[in-house]
Every structure is written in structure tokens, then in C-alpha cells.
């Protein structure tokens, strides 16, 4: 199957930083990338979707301007924590949506924030 | 919006059983996949499924895209130890009952394999 890549893996910061969160399809062009939060023991919560060259598109309840998210060409989106605080401390996982004859999503391995 | 009710909760097992799984909705859906996710990990692809009735394997891992459109169900035979982990189903709702590209998940499946 596809590879999607995110980094850092983990990452520990003080409160009131921002964190930067990379996302990457390696071997396809990903014109949608989906950023997802899960919390212990829950599904995947969708909180954008990303378009190459656009602006995101941001779900019900999800901050925007706390949540910056930038697509800027066919493999890489960013997603950017500002000012985090201990509540913004979760799993964050991007997926790529590959648009082949059949389409399918292809997750990366996640980053755990923790912000103290 | 449209929901995913997938069953059971959790499962334990006995190294070597078969295990299954399934995911109904109330609306129609035009793609099934399947999930595997490992702890501190990102989900997996497993199987995908793109029509009505398509009956799909990979390895010991069979899935099959409901005739209704309404449902999926996945079975593992003969479950190993590596097996343990979250399966999650999710689908793509067909475009004319309002769906979009993103995917609808379903709550997980937790299995526990016992050798």
C-alpha cells in the first residue's frame, strides 16, 4: 500500500508554544489530506480536511486559528498547534486520500503531543 | 450525520479461533475499509471494498461489501497473537444521500488473543 509519513513522532512542549506537525504521501501525489485527532480509546475524531492550494476545511467545533493547517503542494500538509495548553495534549494522525480508479485513504503512524 | 455501528465492542479469543466483525449504517455507502490499528500507531489498511456483494481476502483477513450497501463484515481465521489490536471499519457515503470524500468511522473492535 501507499506511505504516508508524519513527524515528528512525539513531541513534548511548554504551554503557550505552537508545534508544528508535518504530514507526507512518499509515493503518491495527494491532492486531499485528512488530519484526525483520537483520544484513549476512542475512533478517530475528523478535525479538517486539507486541499492542495486551498484553505482548509475546518469540522464543527474545531478551532481554526488555534488549529493552522497548511497544504502548500501534492505531499505535504502541516498542521500547527498555537499556543498549546495541556487540553490540546492528544494523538494526531493525517491521512492522504489517494484518487486512484478506486479511492482509499492511507494513514500515517501518528504524533503524540503532550503538552505540559 | 451518517453513523457506523460496529459490533462487537471487544473480543476475546483463543489463539487459532475465527473471529468476525461487522459494520451496518442506515444510509448507503459507496466504499468499505478496513482499519487495523496497533497502540500508538496509525491505522492500517486492510481490505478495500468497492461494490455491492464484493467478497475480498487478504491473507487469513476476508471482507465483504453488504448487498444492501449497508454493511461490511470482516473474519479473521485461524487468529494468531499478532492478531490483537483495534479494527476499525469506515465507509465513504454514496454522494447522492450527501456524502463527501471523507470517511465515516465506526467505534472499533478490540481483540485480544490469548495463545
Known amino acids: 500500500g501507499a506511505v504516508v509519513s508524519q513527524h515528528p513522532s512525539w513531541v513534548i512542549c511548554k504551554s503557550g508554544t505552537s508545534v508544528k506537525i508535518e504530514c507526507r504521501s512518499l509515493d503518491f501525489q495527494a491532492t486531499t489530506m485528512f488530519w484526525y485527532r483520537q483520544f484513549p480509546k476512542q475512533s478517530l475524531m475528523l478535525m479538517a480536511t486539507?486541499?492542495?492550494?486551498?484553505?482548509?476545511?475546518?469540522e464543527q467545533g474545531v478551532e481554526k486559528d488555534k488549529f493552522l493547517i497548511n497544504h502548500a503542494s501534492l505531499t505535504l500538509s502541516t498542521l500547527t498547534v498555537t499556543s498549546a495548553h495541556p487540553e490540546d495534549s492528544s494523538f494526531y494522525i493525517c491521512?492522504?486520500?489517494?484518487?486512484?480508479?478506486?479511492?482509499?485513504?492511507?494513514f500515517g503512524p501518528g504524533t503524540r503531543l503532550l503538552v505540559l | 450525520g451518517q453513523q457506523l455501528n460496529q459490533s462487537p465492542q471487544s473480543m476475546f479469543i483463543q489463539e487459532g479461533e475465527d473471529v468476525s466483525m461487522n459494520c451496518t449504517s442506515s444510509?448507503?455507502?459507496?466504499?468499505w475499509l478496513w482499519y487495523k490499528q496497533d497502540p500508538g500507531e496509525g491505522p492500517v489498511l486492510l481490505i478495500a471494498?468497492?461494490?455491492?456483494?464484493e467478497l475480498t481476502s487478504n491473507g487469513r483477513l476476508t471482507a465483504q461489501f453488504g448487498i444492501t450497501r449497508k454493511d461490511s463484515f470482516l473474519n479473521i481465521s485461524a487468529s494468531i497473537p499478532s492478531d490483537v489490536g483495534i479494527y476499525f471499519c469506515?465507509?465513504?457515503?454514496?454522494?447522492?444521500?450527501?456524502?463527501?470524500?471523507?470517511?465515516?468511522f465506526g467505534k472499533g473492535t478490540k481483540l485480544t488473543v490469548n495463545p
Open positions: 486539507s486541499n492542495e492550494g486551498s484553505k482548509a476545511t475546518y
Open positions: 444510509s448507503i455507502f459507496n466504499t
Open positions: 491521512s492522504a486520500r489517494w484518487a486512484g480508479v478506486q479511492e482509499t485513504q492511507y
Open positions: 469506515a465507509g465513504q457515503p454514496s454522494k447522492s444521500q450527501g456524502g463527501s470524500e471523507k470517511l465515516v
Open positions: 471494498l468497492y461494490k455491492a456483494g
